[in-house]
């Protein structure tokens, strides 16, 4: 018995830079690149092709600054790219990730409080909406909140709509843990916290409870979608969120995940492919509805040799 894999359920995530003509590889992240706009657009068409129709962005900005600002500046990188995707593929469904941590001088989600070192919700809720309001307002069809901050689906639902994006929906990070599998990432979005770490806003892995607390009020704020991210560690929580709410749910198997497997198959411990689709199916099982991997454009691929 297999688990039907569809490409349907797939989103493919990329890391857009500044400048022309760029496609930079990052130290330990394996065939992941940094895209200038230009040369991103010509990835998609593959992607596109590949018969995966849906991609999440992350931006890489020149310039960082104390509050990110230029996470919603006009002309921000993210924007530009948003319009010019949606220029040109009018069937890719385009999501953004919406968190200041690779904006900020500090590298930490939101906005600090003046002169200390902890997050400050109620500015870092007006930076996130504003951050989503200049996505929306470039075409963007789903926002992913990533920052954890406290209402923060509330807040961005609330300013989308009274900016007439009623239709704009919102894939909210829900169940995001502290975890330790998101070194690649953090070395492509150059978003490592400059001091401390990203307890206080993210998960404790152990407390399973709060996790499906923070799902049932991503829901109750207006989320069309729900995330568990991590994904292999936390198929536990998938499978409880999936029986327990009947609500559209994504996984995001992240950088780390996605880093296991490639170094493991650079070294001839096991096949990439066959790896891959166990864990693509592990994750299908538990009841994620959208996987989010770095894998995506392969996997399409090798549906289409089976
Ligand atoms: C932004 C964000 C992170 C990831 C997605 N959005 C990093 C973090 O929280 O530190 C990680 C994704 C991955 O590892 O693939 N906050």
Known sequence: MSINIKKDNLI???FIQEGVNKKSAIKSFPDVYRFSIDRLLGDIKETSQLGVKKILLFGIPVKKCFDGASAYAKDNIISVAIKKIKQEFN???????VCLCAYTTHGHCGVL???KKELDNKSTLKALSNMALSHACSGVDWVAPSAMAEKQVLAIRGTLDKNGFRRTKIMGYSAKFASNFYGPFRQAQDSFPKFGDR???QLDPADRNKALQEISDDIDEGADIVMVKPA???????KEASQKFNHPLAAYNVSGEY???????KQG??????MVFEIITSIKRAGADLIITYHAKDIAKWLKEQ
């Open 259 to 265: 880093a296991f497997v490639k170094y493991g198959a």
């Open 113 to 115: 409080k003046k002169g």
């Open 91 to 97: 069937d890719v469904i385009v999501i953004t990730d």
């Open 232 to 238: 292999l560690g936390y198929l536990d929580i998938i």
């Open 12 to 14: 493919y995530p990329y």
């Open 269 to 274: 411990l096991w096949d990439e492919r066959a």
């Open 199 to 201: 307890r206080a806003y």
